[in-house]
């Protein structure tokens, strides 16, 4: 019988995707074990792309992880790769692992540093060796076109839909995505920059559309939301706008056309209003920096 490791991380898009270095980590240092992914279903798609699970099993939060109708019953390794507890470390505790990895039980939890760099150094303090750069999915061949990305998770990351379509008018050869929930937005969007309706492509992509059409992109501009990450992983020039939220906390690695705005102040990532420092963001900067990834 093979060996088990589950790794919990019921999370979103972008919160997966800074843990591929982690999870690449975990199957380096465990090559004799399957490895299962708790998380969303809904991110089954990237498990071939990111190559360090065998498997995943549908959990949303902090747990509980669910046993029947897995293949594990009682892993020997369980890794929160989640948060710091109490609830995600009672969910793998409940999984009654030979060993847990986690928060709360060994290291410190480190506040102020990128979530990249928290789930490696996790790893790390248990000796295990970890690569923070290795983020990558594969390369864009750029002949995609370009991606306005309006939505994210809370209003206090969301630039003005106005601004979005002055620069999306700005563009050659561009498309409007979003997830169900956002297609007002969306549609708001792609009609004040004067584009057809096939190009207004929100509630129209589920996640495997979404990572194909990233990995042809040309270029993403964005909030501080999943699509973000996937320019990242594809190396797609990015414009990233952010607001409550530091992109030292958050933003793609330096270098390599990414381009993160920041005003330079801090705030509620989950408050219901546009967060003043994202306001402080002009278009005009937004234009700048497109140039300055594509040229």
């Given at each position: 019988m093979a060996l088990e490791l589950l790794a919990l991380r019921g999370l979103g898009l972008g919160?997966?995707?800074?843990?591929?270095?982690?999870?690449?980590?975990?199957?380096?240092?465990?090559?004799?074990?399957?490895?299962?992914?708790?998380?969303p279903r809904a991110m089954e798609a990237l498990l071939p792309l990111i190559?360090?699970?065998?498997?995943?099993?549908?959990?949303?939060?902090?747990?509980?992880?669910p046993s029947e109708g897995t293949h594990f019953h009682r892993p020997d390794i369980a890794v929160n790769l989640h948060g710091k507890g109490p609830q995600s470390i009672e969910a793998l505790r409940r999984t009654e692992p030979g060993r847990l990895i986690s928060f709360g039980t060994g290291p410190p939890y480190p506040d102020?540093?990128?979530?990249?760099?928290?789930?490696?150094?996790?790893?790390?303090?248990?000796g295990i060796p970890t690569d923070p750069g290795d983020l990558t999915l594969g390369v864009s061949d750029r002949t995609g076109p370009a991606i306005v990305h309006?939505?994210?998770?809370?209003?206090?990351?969301?630039?003005?839909?106005?601004?979005?379509?002055e620069v999306a008018a700005e563009l050659d050869d561009v498309?409007?995505?979003?997830?169900?929930?956002?297609?007002?937005?969306?549609?708001?969007?792609?009609?004040l920059a004067g584009l057809p309706p096939e190009r207004m492509l929100a509630g129209r992509t589920g996640?495997?559309?979404?990572?194909?059409?990233?990995?042809?992109?040309?270029?993403?501009?964005c909030?501080?939301?999943?699509?973000?990450?996937?320019?990242t992983a594809f190396c797609v020039p990015s414009v990233v706008l952010f607001g409550p939220v530091s992109p030292?906390?958050?933003?793609?690695?330096?270098?390599?056309?990414?381009?993160?705005?920041?005003?330079?102040?801090?705030?509620?990532?989950?408050?219901?209003?546009p967060d003043p420092g994202l306001l402080k963001i002009e278009v005009s900067e937004v234009v700048d920096a497109v140039l300055e990834v594509t040229s």
């Amino acid at each position: 019988m093979a060996l088990e490791l589950l790794a919990l991380r019921g999370l979103g898009l972008g919160d997966l995707l800074t843990a591929v270095p982690a999870l690449r980590a975990l199957r380096q240092a465990f090559p004799g074990h399957r490895i299962t992914l708790a998380a969303p279903r809904a991110m089954e798609a990237l498990l071939p792309l990111i190559a360090a699970a065998d498997d995943l099993v549908d959990v949303s939060g902090p747990g509980p992880v669910p046993s029947e109708g897995t293949h594990f019953h009682r892993p020997d390794i369980a890794v929160n790769l989640h948060g710091k507890g109490p609830q995600s470390i009672e969910a793998l505790r409940r999984t009654e692992p030979g060993r847990l990895i986690s928060f709360g039980t060994g290291p410190p939890y480190p506040d102020g540093v990128h979530e990249v760099r928290r789930w490696c150094g996790l790893l790390e303090w248990h000796g295990i060796p970890t690569d923070p750069g290795d983020l990558t999915l594969g390369v864009s061949d750029r002949t995609g076109p370009a991606i306005v990305h309006p939505g994210a998770a809370y209003p206090a990351r969301r630039w003005p839909p106005e601004r979005f379509a002055e620069v999306a008018a700005e563009l050659d050869d561009v498309v409007v995505t979003g997830n169900a929930e956002e297609v007002p937005l969306a549609v708001r969007v792609a009609e004040l920059a004067g584009l057809p309706p096939e190009r207004m492509l929100a509630g129209r992509t589920g996640l495997a559309d979404l990572i194909d059409l990233v990995s042809r992109a040309r270029l993403v501009i964005c909030g501080d939301t999943g699509v973000a990450h996937l320019a990242t992983a594809f190396c797609v020039p990015s414009v990233v706008l952010f607001g409550p939220v530091s992109p030292a906390l958050w933003g793609p690695p330096p270098g390599w056309r990414h381009v993160a705005l920041w005003a330079g102040r801090n705030g509620d990532p989950h408050g219901l209003r546009p967060d003043p420092g994202l306001l402080k963001i002009e278009v005009s900067e937004v234009v700048d920096a497109v140039l300055e990834v594509t040229s």
